[in-house]
């Protein structure tokens, strides 16, 4: 078959796992934020090179059928709040206390909007809206917005039309085309309002972050005559071209790739609850999957703002490999600020002057600053006792090394922090550490968690693009129906059939070979779900008054998956060890720990800890206390046996 190439591009390393059909070839490399496009290409470079012995990027490129891609740059573009100004056009002041309704929505609607607000009057006549709203326009982008929302009018939408007519005259694109302006009904027929509205606010303040290189990203592509598009990984677990996606839809897509990959996992092994955790160079993602099934909200949130599409359950923390580590007011704070991959963390060697996790386990001596990314980049331990003595243990009062542990202990509690409300019975959760960074906290987080039951896959490094290969291209459509009879629903059923026609050709397929699955969707008058439940052409909708109803559609083109191998039990061996490495654990103390590299051990290799696992690109911390094991697949599992 074709190969496929799953790409997760996070704030500090971007990964890159290419299947064959059999096996995966997977490697890392550094994210380019001058242009990410670039990091795309040098990774799948590095891939070519593992591939074919040397770097053949037009050999991979013109033996793949597609590529998928998935990034979390709108994810930390939203923890930095780090985007355009955003204006918002409405009828209706009171729009402004229904927005900033909660203590999460008045923050996000101060950072992103502010007091960027206007409203206008639709009873006028035609001429005088006009005028007003011309000079509300002006006023919005004097004020800084470099978006512009409007949220106007009723359900139909016909009061936005109007005055998206009347923009479009008074302000010609050439004019007014560096001032983008989203129409909240044009984008979601969702009835409630301030789900609608700020679908359409966080929408337009992603878009730029994925606007900026996906489309050079095709561009490159295309010289390189790559006969199928590039494909965005969206956070409903499908896949489609750049030109049929939504920046909302990026949002925690590679979260949701990591709880595929922790899916099978789950199946793989049996596990009735597994808590992902995937520590990234900026954040860490956290999801549950539940007796195999993830945890997906038909009306999703960002940040605790409601939005009008369907998310999986993750939450974000400013939790990362190159989170900031500083000092206020006498203590130690993790985050949210990262570093990101450039300058990135001080030993990197690219300039960084702030701390970071990084660096601390660096110079505690769980990284070995020589095989850092298996060898492909050296780390500089001078620069991280500078920055951490400046940043860290002068401010504190305290030695280099006190300061390393009270930092490391501060980033044990932040990550459980992140993660704990999530266990609700500790003794039935395991929890999957992967990323960059996460096999090298897991233990001591786990613990301050109460969880004894730790995770680590072989493919750590890379999971969330390996959870990747389990999506298909797909696309889904609902719109909502005037009235509850069959005439409307049979109407709207229409409508979507030939949406989907349409996208889904653009896609490359024709409908008869999709599968479609219909549902009717029933909500209370404040959004609440009633039911879903399926819909054949000509059911009678719901006619309960104080409702409404809506049909949905999904249609999906099945890609071919991988599989894992099952957690079949196996015989104890003693692992075996590659040497050893001076590990701090204390001020005062330095361990002789043993170091085992994951590949070289057979399946049942078992040894107690404090060791050091070094797998492919990534580096886990067996703490005093903690056991593992390599499993039938490969894969780590490691034991509390002296959980506190």
């Known amino acids: 078959m074709d190969r496929l190439i799953n790409i997760d591009n996070g704030g500090t390393l971007t990964d890159i796992c ?162 983008p302006i989203l129409y909240s009904w044009e984008f979601t027929s969702d009835r409630l309002r301030p789900r609608r509205i700020w679908s359409g606010v966080l929408n337009a303040f992603l878009h730029p972050t994925m606007e900026r290189f996906l489309y050079n990203a095709e561009d490159r592509l295309r010289s390189h005559r790559v006969r199928n598009p590039l494909l965005i990984y969206r956070n409903d677990g499908a896949s489609s071209r750049v030109a049929k996606s939504v920046a909302l839809k990026t949002y925690s897509s590679g979260p949701r790739g990591g709880l595929e990959g922790t899916r099978a996992l789950a199946e793989a092994y049996g596990l009735r609850h597994v808590l992902m955790i995937d520590v990234g160079g900026t954040t860490t993602d956290v999801g549950s999957v539940r007796d195999c099934q993830i945890n997906v909200d038909r009306r999703g949130s960002i940040k605790g703002v409601p939005i009008s599409f369907a998310m999986s359950n993750v939450h974000s923390a400013g939790v990362g490999g190159s989170s900031v580590i500083t000092v206020r007011d006498g203590a130690v704070v993790v985050g949210p600020e990262s570093v ?10 690219f300039g960084g002057k702030s701390a970071t996790i990084t660096d601390v386990n660096l110079l505690l001596g769980v990284l070995d600053p020589d095989t850092y990314l298996d060898g492909g980049f050296s780390l500089d331990a001078q620069r991280s006792a500078a920055v951490v003595t400046e940043q860290v243990a002068g401010p504190l009062g305290v030695s280099l090394e006190e300061a390393l542990i009270r930092m490391e202990a501060a980033y044990f509690a932040a990550l ?73 629903a049979s109407a709207a059923h229409d409508t979507l059939l030939d949406r989907a026609e349409r996208d889904m050709f653009q896609e490359g397929f024709e409908l008869a070979s999709c599968d479609l699955a219909w549902s009717l969707v029933i909500e209370q008058a404040d959004g609440t779900l009633v039911s879903e439940t399926p819909y ?15 049909l949905r559609l999904v249609a999906t083109v099945t890609l071919p998956h991988a599989s894992l191998v099952d957690g079949a039990s196996i015989t104890a ?8 490495r001076r590990v701090r654990s204390a001020a005062e103390v330095v361990d002789e720990v043993p170091v085992y590299s994951l590949v070289d051990q057979v399946p049942g290799a078992t040894a107690a800890g404090p060791a050091i696992v070094e797998g492919p690109f990534f580096t886990a911390r067996v703490l005093d206390g903690w056991s593992f094991q390599v499993s039938a697949g490969g894969d780590l599992l490691l034991t509390d046996t002296h959980p506190r």
């Open 536 to 550: 054949k052409h000509g059911d009678l909708p719901d006619s309960a008054a104080g409702r409404s109803a809506s």
């Open 416 to 488: 459980a922090g992140a993660f704990a409300p999530a266990v609700t019975d500790p003794a039935e959760t395991t929890i999957a550490a992967f990323g960059g960074a996460g096999p090298m906290s897991a233990c001591g987080a786990a613990r301050l968690a109460g969880v004894g039951s730790v995770l680590v896959p072989k493919l750590a490094a890379v999971f969330s693009a390996f959870g990747i290969s389990f999506s298909d291209i797909g696309q889904t459509y609902e719109v909502g129906l005037p009235a509850p009879t069959r005439e409307a």
């Open 18 to 179: 290419v299947w064959d059909g059999q096996d995966f070839t997977y490697t890392k490399t550094l994210t380019t934020p001058f242009d990410l496009s670039q990091c795309l290409f040098d990774g799948m470079t590095k891939a070519s090179k593992e591939i074919f012995g040397a770097a053949d990027l037009e050999a991979l490129l013109h033996s793949t059928k597609h590529i998928r891609y998935s990034t979390t740059q709108g994810t930390n573009a939203l923890v930095e709040r780090k985007g355009p100004r955003i204006g918002l056009i409405t009828d209706d002041v009171a729009v402004i206390d229904e927005l900033r309704g909660t203590e999460s929505e008045a923050s996000l609607f101060d950072d992103l909007i502010g007091n960027r607000v206007t409203v206008v009057d639709l009873s006028a006549d035609e001429e005088t809206l006009a005028f007003d709203l011309v000079q509300r326009v002006n006023r919005l982008t004097t004020d800084g917005a470099a978006r512009i929302v409007v949220a106007v009018g009723g359900s139909s939408g016909s009061d936005e039309r109007r005055l998206r007519h009347i923009l479009l005259r008074r302000f010609p694109r050439h004019l007014l085309g560096s001032v």
């Open 573 to 580: 061996v003693p692992a075996v060890a590659t040497g050893t």
């Open 340 to 349: 990101g991959a450039a300058p990135g963390p001080a030993c990197f060697g």
